[in-house]
T-cell receptor, first 114, second 111 residues
C-alpha cells in the first residue's frame, strides 16, 4: 500500500514569490492535514480537509491556503513568501472523520525562501 | 491554549540503558495523546494513542503511559535503531486546531 506522497521534495524560492505544494494521501483516506515544521516552533497545524471541505484551520495568516480535490489529493499554496516561511511542510492523511491523531505523514516538502 | 512540553530536549544513552522521555501537557479537555517517532529527513511515524489516565500501550521496547498531566515513553534496553526524535502531541475535545505537538526529544543510542 503506497504511503503519502508529497511533491516537490525540495524547492527554493525568493521573497515575494508564491509556491504550491502537492499531497497524494494513502488510497482510501479522505482526510488530509497540513503541518509546518521549523526548528524553533516544531510542528504547527495549518489546516485539515475532508471531502473537499476545509474543516479546521490553524493560526496562520491568509497567505497560507489550501484545497482538496474530489480524488482526495490536496494542495497548499503560500503567496507573497517571506523568509520565515522556510520550513518543512508535512502532509498527513487519515481515514477519518472523525480525524484522530493517528496520522500518516509524507516525507515533506522542504521550502527555502531566499 | 493547548501546550505540550517535552523533556529532555536531547538524550544520549548506551545500548541497553533504559530510560524515560517526558511529555507534560495542558489542554482544555483531552481527546487523545499521541506519540510519534521521526527519523532524519522523514515525516513522523505514528506509535501510540492514549485516551485516559492510567492507560498504557506497548510496542517492542517502547511503553507509553498517561496521567492527567503528563505522559511517559519508557524505552527498555534500547538499540541503536531506536535513535530518532520522539514527538508527543495532544488533541483537544472538539479538535478544532488539529494536533498540538511538543518540540520533541532527540534520542541517540550509542552501540
Amino acid at each position: 500500500k503506497a504511503g503519502v506522497t508529497q511533491t516537490p521534495r525540495y524547492l527554493i524560492k525568493t521573497r515575494g514569490q508564491q509556491v504550491t505544494l502537492s499531497c497524494s494521501p494513502i488510497s482510501g483516506h479522505r482526510s488530509v492535514s497540513w503541518y509546518q515544521q521549523t526548528p524553533g516552533q516544531g510542528l504547527q497545524f495549518l489546516f485539515e480537509y475532508f471531502s473537499e471541505t476545509q474543516r479546521n484551520k490553524g493560526n496562520f495568516p491568509g497567505r497560507f491556503s489550501g484545497r482538496q480535490f474530489s480524488n482526495s489529493r490536496s494542495e497548499m499554496n503560500v503567496s507573497t513568501l517571506e523568509l520565515g516561511d522556510s520550513a518543512l511542510y508535512l502532509c498527513a492523511s487519515s481515514s477519518g472523520p472523525p480525524v484522530t491523531g493517528e496520522l500518516f505523514f509524507g516525507e515533506g516538502s522542504r521550502l527555502t525562501v531566499l | 491554549e493547548d501546550q505540550v512540553t517535552q523533556s529532555p530536549e536531547a538524550l544520549r544513552l548506551q545500548e541497553g540503558e533504559s530510560s524515560s522521555l517526558n511529555c507534560s501537557y495542558t489542554v482544555s479537555g483531552l481527546r487523545g495523546l499521541f506519540w510519534y517517532r521521526q527519523d532524519p529527513g522523514k515525516g513522523p511515524e505514528f506509535l501510540f494513542t492514549l485516551y485516559s489516565a492510567g492507560e498504557e500501550k506497548e510496542k517492542e521496547r517502547l511503553k507509553a503511559t498517561l496521567t492527567k498531566k503528563e505522559s511517559f515513553l519508557h524505552i527498555t534496553a534500547p538499540k541503536p535503531e531506536d535513535s530518532a526524535t520522539y514527538l508527543c502531541a495532544v488533541q483537544a475535545i472538539g479538535g478544532a486546531d488539529g494536533l498540538t505537538f511538543g518540540k520533541g526529544t532527540h534520542l541517540i543510542i550509542q552501540p
